[in-house]
């Protein structure tokens, strides 16, 4: 069964073995063969083959209009930003690759990849792609769009040919509602979680009054908190990662969080410190008590569930908690800087478009203040 849009195959005598291109400007294409016991020992080889191809193709090329396919290039351009990217974003772009850009466009020479060609992929995906065949979400469009003018921006400046400039596509992606707990939720879940204390509770607790995001309680330690100061650093984020060629389709990582805005620090609210005072054990993971055991994401997150039917509460993602938090900061009127910093955010603005909308009463009020200005005495 071949590994889509690589060209990786698992051969009948138990080896793995992986086609490349060693030609692609000939009007009959040439290929190669690389060969291996394991997925990943071929997948290695063939990257390092492919970049090789790549490389000779610019060397030789006497004439204005160097060539090179468009998969020998995304192999160059993975591998020399491999260091700079996170884990998580590397497997992000690779998966991008795999599903989306290297079946279609993988054969193709980069001087081939026009701006209609990249419109039409980009309308199929649209209508008709993803495995239902449903058409995939703006979202994912668009970071295919980002990941491809990354890669031919890359191309053009190693000096092969380019003829795509943007992308043509337009895509506008809907705000989501957000789903974010009524008051009287709020006070059951309150209620409930600390009439019955558990490490869980105190986390589902923390990020119903803290904002911090799911991957960020699974990989806190109570090394990183300060019951003195009370308050949490956030330094590390928890995430299941797919691997490549392994007998573990996906693995778990602690790492750094998403962006550098996401590390910080955040006070402990009053209502959960004493919560936390009795849970406290150094060394440990904050939702086990234990130093060389962890609860991660997807297990945090069916238990949410679980608690929200026995609750009563209709059903919720577990980011639910954290956009309760930010609305319950609006309402009380918040500094919009300051909660952007809790939340991590990247800048105000990102606060204020999720959180910051103003009800009909308050432009209303604000309405009545210009009237008032201009009323005749």
């Not at 330690?221 to 984020?237: A, F, G, M, P, Y």
Request: proline fraction near 3%; charged fraction near 25%; hydrophobic fraction near 35%.
């Amino acid at each position: 069964m071949p590994r889509t849009g690589e060209n990786i195959y698992k051969r009948k005598d138990g080896r793995w073995e992986g086609r490349y291109l060693k030609d692609g400007t000939a009007v009959k294409k040439r290929y190669g063969y690389i060969y291996g016991k394991t997925y990943k020992e071929v997948k290695r080889k063939l990257t390092e083959v492919r970049c090789n191809v790549a490389h000779d193709q610019r060397k030789a090329a006497s004439d204005d209009s160097p060539e090179a396919l468009f998969s020998s290039v995304a192999d160059s351009w993975i591998q020399e930003n491999a260091l700079f990217l996170k884990e998580s974003s590397l497997v992000k772009y690779k998966n991008l690759l795999r599903l989306y850009l290297l079946p279609a466009l993988g054969e193709c020479l980069v001087s081939e990849i026009t701006n209609g060609k990249v419109s039409a992929l980009c309308n199929d995906m649209l209508s008709k792609g993803g495995a239902a065949g449903k058409g995939l979400s703006p979202k994912t469009v668009s970071d295919v769009q980002t990941l491809l003018r990354n890669i031919v921006k890359y191309a053009g400046n190693i000096g092969l040919t380019v003829t795509f400039t943007s992308c043509p596509v337009s895509i506008r992606q809907q705000s989501r509602t957000l789903r974010v707990f009524s008051i009287q939720e709020q006070r059951i879940l309150t209620e409930y979680l600390k009439a019955n204390p558990s490490l869980n509770h105190l986390g589902f607790l923390l990020c119903l009054f803290t904002g911090i995001r799911v991957g960020e309680l699974c990989a806190l330690k109570w090394e990183d908190v300060s019951l003195t100061e009370k308050t949490i650093h956030i330094r590390k984020t928890m995430q299941r990662l797919q691997t490549e060629g392994g007998e573990k389709k996906t693995k778990i990582t602690i790492t750094s969080p998403k962006s550098g805005c996401s590390i910080r620090v955040i006070p402990i609210p009053e209502i959960i410190l004493e919560d936390m005072r009795k849970a406290y054990q150094p060394g440990a993971f904050l939702l086990t008590g234990k130093e060389d055991e962890f609860t991660e994401p997807r297990t945090m997150q069916n238990r949410f569930k679980a608690l929200l039917k026995k609750c009563g509460i209709d059903d919720a993602n577990f980011h639910a908690l954290r956009h309760t938090f930010a609305t319950r900061c609006v309402e009380v009127g918040a500094d919009t800087k300051s909660l952007s910093e809790i939340l991590g955010h990247a800048n105000v603005n990102i606060t204020l478009n999720r959180y910051v909308h103003p009800t009909l009463d308050l432009k209303r009020e604000n309405m009545d203040r210009l009237s008032h200005l201009f009323t005749v005495r």
